[in-house]
């Protein structure tokens, strides 16, 4: 035996530590496919990376998750409104993954509904564990929240959403003047689109090429996809794909988008491009003052939305987008950092 493979037996060479990441990976949602592609750029080239769940049904687990965490040396939560006061995901907040260093980033929490205090104090129980070693959320409402419900002792960091981390594929320039659409299925139950019929006709009107854009993969998508045709504009153009670097890519061939998911508001962003936003959430309102651009609130339902189309719609400054992409990059720096220090 030589000595390569004497250390080898030995188990003298390293190994890359392996990271159990944790979140809605698999079901094809836009924004928590693209959180998989951050962790791959971020910390693919010093760790082994996992994903938990290898179902998108319950159990999630097609084996038992004792065994799955010891396969693991430290497990990553997020991002995503993964904190929901209401309500406490089987998938995310396992007593299982305390096992191993837990590190929480890029999570939002929700607040449209009433908290149940029993599911508070289960959050409460996980996230003061001694092994939640770093605890980051994506705007400051979610961290005062945590500060408010949780404990002042939660020594919780607040950035960007780290979708702003992310390496964007090339932005595509094109002749047409698109104004992009991006619609969702809500379960099933169709939206009434008649006020985002009105801005598309509007937007049309005014020399724009409707670009109807099917922002989800797999499950999602195919569901985003069956509810396109509720939205019925003549000569639209519609965009259906697996692939997550073409449907960044379509978004960066619009002038101007609007968009029921708050990661294509993201991605747009990380372009310089304007979006109305049609779903205005916390995360949404939040990132909006974040960019001191209120005004892209909005909401299927409001009479004067067609009004938002006009002749110049000022691009969002690349001091914001450099802003929004410090942060985050900071954070995927740090959270690399601290893994490295506990794990």
């Not at 996980?126 to 419900?149: C, G, P, Y």
Request: charged share 25%.
């Amino acid at each position: 035996m030589n000595m390569y493979s004497w250390f080898l037996s030995e188990g003298y060479m390293s190994k890359k530590i392996t990271i159990g990441l944790v979140g809605f990976f698999g079901w094809g949602n836009f924004g928590d496919e693209l959180f998989v592609r951050v962790f791959e750029e971020w910390l693919g080239k010093d760790y082994e990376l996992k994903v938990m769940n290898d179902l998108t049904k319950k159990p999630y687990f097609s084996k038992p998750l004792e065994e799955l965490v010891d396969e693991v040396d430290a497990i990553v939560i997020g991002g995503g409104d993964l904190i929901i006061p209401w309500a406490m995901s089987d998938l995310y907040w396992r007593e299982e993954y305390l096992k191993k260093p837990v590190f929480i980033v890029g999570v939002g929490v929700p607040t449209w509904s009433e908290s149940n205090p029993n599911i508070i104090a289960r959050y409460k129980k996980f996230l003061t564990h001694e092994n939640v070693k770093h605890v980051n959320v994506r705007d400051m409402e979610s961290a005062q929240w945590i500060k408010e419900n949780i404990s002042q002792d939660v020594d919780v960091e607040h950035t960007a959403d780290i979708v702003f981390a992310m390496k964007m594929p090339k932005k595509i320039a094109t002749d047409k003047k698109y104004f992009g659409i991006i619609t969702r299925d809500r379960k099933g139950n169709p939206d009434n689109l008649e006020q985002v019929h009105k801005l598309a006709e509007r937007a049309v009107s005014q020399g724009f090429v409707i670009k109807h854009i099917i922002l989800g993969t797999g499950d999602v998508g195919e569901r985003d996809f069956a509810r396109a045709e509720d939205l019925k504009v003549e000569g639209k153009e519609i965009v259906y794909t697996e692939s997550l670097d073409v449907l960044c890519q379509e978004i960066s061939t619009c002038k101007i988008i609007a968009s029921m998911k708050f990661h294509g508001t993201v991605v747009a962003l990380n372009y310089g491009i304007p979006s109305i936003v049609l779903s205005a959430t916390d995360k949404s309102r939040n990132l909006m003052r974040m960019i001191e651009r209120q005004e892209l609130l909005s909401s299927l339902n409001d009479e004067s939305l067609a009004d938002r189309v006009t002749p110049f719609v000022p691009v969002i400054p690349w001091t914001s987008v450099r802003m929004l992409r410090q942060r985050a990059e900071n954070t995927m720096k740090n959270l690399s950092s601290v893994i490295a220090k506990f794990a």
